[in-house]
């Protein structure tokens, strides 16, 4: 049997491009794989599990776009499918004068994203937030949270239902293409097992580089893991905060800070901060993979951004090791939490694209074959703007077969 399109990845945005693809193409043939036992195990399994609402991003911008359109799209996509979800809304909390400078800023873009926001001084922070302290912050009512493990089972039976073929435990390792078709290599059961398609379609996350080069793809990328490590709450603060609590971010990083989250369940985390990470899929307390470490130390990108952000990342680091430092950080919008309130809880890993010169990717990042398309990179927050992720890997699918 040869399948119309196969895809590699059972994330979500695999998930949503495989179940959109199946409902644009409905008797196509379409073969998705996941080498775990279950979907999204890393990256969207390990996300904090907000919709995010997009003030972050420049009016405009794709991002911006994506990140609207993914939170209308998310919230409809749980309603149909009963998956349970939360609208606290977010509040970003500034601290300093600097913060506030910042804010201020970030207001007046989010009004021209079109953005429900509002400005709170001091005292307004105060009353929605009594545990919460700031010279001010931004009440963003569009912020929800979710499961999206849950939501991308949902997906997954829904992509079944309408014909799709997904298989759990297919660990891909090797890729062929010829004239007419791609091969793909997977060990099943201890077992290798071969499928055919005519088109090819990887969505593999924080292994993004490495199933480009099974195909001899030649790319000036690599996949480089950010650590986020992430603290639980004790029971007794599950009522701490009303909303979900950020700081004011840095503009000249790709990380939002550590902030306090209501999840899904009723807990608090908080978290995460953002340290180099020595294994991609490594979520516990020691991580340490020799084949990753190689690859990223072999990598001139590598050591550009590691001199490019040494000072945030000895920060980070000295964070990461001592905790009362990492409390700090939490601690500057809510003193009241101490360094024993701060419980284990599994870390979370970004699949940060670093190109040879250093430069981190922030936006889509495609590499092609005549019968291959590659996600290489698709642009934070993937797992709120998945949806419409999906449906832009459609389009660049058929504009690519055309």
Known sequence: MTYDYIIIGGGIVGMSTGWQLQQRYPDAKILLLEKESVYSKHQTGHNSGVIHAGVYYAPGSLKA?????????????????????NHFGKLLVATTTLEAERMQAMCRRRHDNGIDVELLNADELKSREPNIVGVGAILVKDTAIVNYQQVTTKMAERFVEQGGDARLNHKVVGLKESADKVTVDALHNGQQVSFNGRFLITCSGLMADRTTKMLGIKTDFQIIPFRGEYYKLPEKYNSIVNHLIYPIPDPDLPFLGVHLTRMIDGSVTVGPNAVQGWKREGYGRINISLRDIWDMVTFAGFWRVLKAHIGTGIIET??????????????????????????????????????????????????????SLHVCNAPSPAATSAIPIGRYICDKVAEQQS
């Not at 776009?65 to 979800?85: I, M, R």
């Not at 309130?341 to 990042?365: C, E």
Request: proline content about 7%.
């Open 318 to 371: 000295k964070n990461s090791l001592w905790k009362p430092g990492y409390l700090k950080l939490v601690q500057k919008y809510c003193p009241r939490l101490k360094v024993e309130d701060l419980q284990h809880y599994p870390a979370g890993i970004r699949a940060q694209a670093v190109m040879n010169d250093g430069s981190l990717v922030h936006d889509f990042l495609f590499a092609e074959s005549p019968r």
């Open 65 to 85: 776009q994506f990140c609207k359109a993914g939170v209308a799209a998310t919230l409809k996509s749980c309603d149909e499918n009963d998956v349970p979800y």
